[in-house]
């Protein structure tokens, strides 16, 4: 499977990551280098084995439902490139 | 007392007890070592003031006989932990100017017991990289030099900070993180000690997530001791962290008795690589001996999903990041592009995003988002998680044979030259991971450490890896290895 500059473009779309136009060529280029190291997996047999998804398998704790954190609006917004009035500030989303 | 940045956490920590030092004098001694060390690159933020206030805190409570083993110790921490107040960047843009309201679990639990933090240590951007060259920093420089060559070297990564501040005895421990290496090359490239310890053994709260299913912290110190300690003080069940195991840390230094008669080290046949140096070999060969003269059973062994580590955790590492990393949005925190007139959200997420992530950052991110994008996501991301089941197959079978440990080489080269790689594949870089990423994708214990040079001066390493949770008994066989090893270099000082 390669990449071409469409699917290079479509990946930069999904991952919101602005490219421009003129190094889409370079992008596709170098996601293929890695893609086709990738494709050394399809040597090996997995038949019958289930994907991974726990490193140690192991129970999730539990706790009571119950509010134990908040009211830290200051400090949530402490970082906020832009608020107002106590909430993130964006551009307008909503016509 | 310049000398004293030069001790290890346990003398330091003796000479503290026996009040023939105080953590001031101590801490300035490292201070004055990183103001006159900026050539490497090291210590990216400096925080003296914090520094002092808790060595004088330290001090009174090793006066007050309140004190624990780290109580004192002057440590840097890698910039990918938050830090309360303190700039924590992940060595990235986009999150310039970011001061974390909240201390990170393990940074919270060093400072509990009476640490000192020096300041915030250089990176690769999101820990992504094998040489510290993505940093928004610039280099980290590794102390070693080739022979009379003044050719700037790489410390590794992608905690190259860390590992170029131990070497260079600018603090007497560090912090690292190890997602695919990134402590244990990093301390091979430098000639320390780096251990990445059982995934779930450190809390992974506060700590800039890379790829969540492989991330784990470390300690990088100078010696096998101090990792022993250190690495028991950052270790430890967190309720904030799900993945955080529920089990009591043994007292490790306890456990270095030097004594490892009857260990069964199994030496793994998919280690030996095509084109790799001679002398990688040939260290290798010598440790092997080393543990058998000690008393341990050497053993051959086959890990025959080797190969297939580094294309898995290709997939794998980089479709977590795309995930983790949508975090960075220019609304919560970081960089936030400056806008066009008419631009809507889009295009502040994506300009945001371009000019806040470096091209290594932005390859990963577009990689996981293809990996795990629709008519993909079976062929490789749901194919590089089955392999990964093998891979950990691979290492049970084993440990349940009666392997206690495994030896191996710690990277496949010493240190390169920075700018060295700037024109390779990147997949070329990725091979510094080689016989790393194995361990992350089973979520084992390992140990990076120094036992030889090479003929242009440079230091060499080589890896434990051991059972899980068992890092006590793996810390046992390195403190062995260390002994026969007999490692005492340190890189001529030009900074």
């Known amino acids: 499977m390669s990449i071409d500059i469409e699917t290079a473009r479509r990946v930069a779309k999904l991952a919101r990551i602005a490219v421009p136009e003129d190094n889409l060529a370079e992008l596709a280029e170098g996601l293929n280098g890695i893609v086709s190291f990738m494709e050394q997996l399809n040597e090996v047999d997995v038949d019958g084995i289930e994907p991974m998804t726990s490193v140690t398998p192991m129970a999730l704790k539990r706790r009571e439902d119950i509010v134990n954190d908040g009211d830290q609006q200051v400090a949530v917004l402490a970082n906020a490139p832009d608020q107002r009035e106590g909430f993130f500030a964006v551009p307008k989303v909503v016509e | ?495």
């Open chain 2, 1 to 495: 007392m310049s000398e004293l940045s030069k001790l290890t956490i346990a003398d330091a920590r003796d000479k503290l007890a026996a009040r023939e030092i105080t953590s001031v004098e101590l801490t300035q001694s490292c201070l004055d070592q990183i103001e006159g060390a900026d050539a490497l690159g090291a210590f990216v933020h400096k925080t003296p003031e914090i520094a002092l206030d808790q060595a004088k805190a330290a001090d009174v409570r090793i006066a007050a006989g309140d004190a624990a083993p780290m109580t004192g110790i002057p440590l840097g921490i890698k910039d990918l932990f938050c830090t309360k107040g303190v700039p924590s960047q992940a060595a990235s843009g986009i999150l310039e100017g970011f001061k974390p309201e909240y201390e990170s679990t393990i940074t919270g639990q060093l400072f509990d017991a009476g640490a000192v933090m020096l300041g915030k240590l250089n990176m690769d951007e999101f820990a992504m990289g094998s040489s510290n060259e993505t940093s928004v920093y610039g280099n980290a420089v590794n102390p070693w030099r080739r022979g009379n060559e003044d050719t700037a070297l790489t410390p590794g990564g992608s905690s190259g900070g860390s590992a170029s501040a131990v070497a260079a005895d600018l603090c007497l421990g560090a912090t690292g993180t190890d997602t695919g290496g990134s402590i244990r090359q990093p301390a091979a490239f430098t000639g320390i000690v780096g251990l990445k310890p059982t995934y779930g053994r450190c809390s992974r709260w506060g700590v800039v997530a890379f790829a969540s299913s492989l991330d784990q912290a470390g300690p990088m110190t100078k010696t096998v001791r101090d990792a022993a300690i250190m690495g028991a003080a950052m270790m430890g069940h967190d309720p904030k962290d799900s993945t955080s195991v529920d089990m009591p840390v043994p007292d490790f230094e306890a456990m270095l008795t030097g004594d490892i008669k009857g260990k069964v080290i199994g030496i793994p046949k998919e280690y030996r690589m095509d084109g790799m140096p001679e002398e990688i070999e040939t260290i290798w060969a010598e440790g092997t001996a080393m543990l058998k003269d000690a008393g341990a059973e050497i053993r051959d062994i086959s890990l025959p999903h080797t190969k297939y580590a580094l294309p898995a955790y290709y997939v794998i590492a980089p479709a977590e990041a795309s995930s983790n990393l949508a975090r960075y949005d220019g609304v919560r925190f970081g960089h936030r592009a400056t806008l066009a007139a008419g631009d809507g959200i889009t295009e502040m997420y994506e300009k945001t995003r371009a000019e806040g992530f470096g091209p290594e950052v932005q390859r990963r991110v577009m990689v996981g988002t293809y990996v795990l994008s629709a008519g993909f996501y079976d062929a490789y991301y749901n194919r590089a998680r089955k392999v990964r089941a093998l891979i950990k197959r691979d290492f049970e079978t084993v440990f349940n044979d009666g392997i206690d440990a495994i030896l191996t080489p710690a990277t496949p080269s010493s240190a390169f030259g920075l700018g060295e790689m700037a024109d390779a594949d990147p997949v070329k870089m990725y091979l510094n991971d080689v016989f790393t990423v194995t361990v992350n994708l089973a979520g084992l214990p390992g140990i990076a450490m120094p036992t030889g040079l090479d003929k242009t001066g440079l230091p060499m390493g080589l890896q434990l890896i051991g059972r899980p949770w068992e890092e006590g008994e793996l810390l046992k066989t390195a403190y062995a290895l260390e002994n026969a090893a007999g490692f005492v270099d340190k890189a001529a000082r030009w900074w």
